[in-house]
């Protein structure tokens, strides 16, 4: 394939990952953040990176969080929010997480292929992507698919908020 074969794979594929995500979901996971005292995000592999890079995009706008295995990550109660990121909603580490996050009245989202999952379960909130045969490698398609899902919450997110100070609350130390 040359270059033109490849992006139009690429971005066709993102574009039907993202065919099932509605204007409600991205308002919901907006009210769900900005309700929250503080949000944890979790998430293993390749959509553990993108929910990572979602966690620094949070705290560039002020909010208060942090990604499970930091040092920092706060003890959570039924007034914070729970983010996790899994394809099958059944990697167990996750599912054990979630189930204490639950125990302690968390409010869960997920974003994930599978809202039917053991974590779908628990969750306040699914977020569902649509799940197709990817000709990428791997989990490349849904790793690129939820960084494109974060970033645009993120754009919405950021309407109204001053971005001199998102700006300003990015680090200069990379």
């Known amino acids: 394939m040359n270059k033109n074969e490849l992006e139009s794979l690429v971005t066709t594929e993102l574009h039907e990952m993202l065919s099932t995500v509605t204007d409600n979901d991205i308002d919901t996971v907006i009210s769900m953040i900005k309700n929250a005292r503080k949000i944890v995000t979790i998430g293993a592999g390749r959509m553990g990176y993108s929910i990572k890079s979602f966690t620094m995009r949070l705290t560039h706008m002020g909010f208060d969080a942090s990604h499970y295995g930091d040092t920092g990550v706060p003890f959570t109660s039924k007034e914070d929010l729970v983010i996790f990121a899994s394809s099958s909603g059944e990697t167990l580490t996750n599912v054990c997480l979630a189930e204490i996050a639950k125990k302690y009245e968390c409010k869960i989202l997920l974003v994930s ?62």
């Open 113 to 174: 292929f599978n809202p039917e999952s053991s974590i779908g379960k628990l969750a306040d909130y699914t977020v569902k992507l649509n799940n197709i045969k990817s000709k990428q490698l791997m989990k490349s398609a849904p790793e690129h698919a939820t960084y494109m899902l974060y970033d645009m919450i993120a754009l919405k997110l950021s309407e109204g908020m001053d971005i001199k100070q998102i700006e300003n609350n990015h680090s200069i130390l990379e």
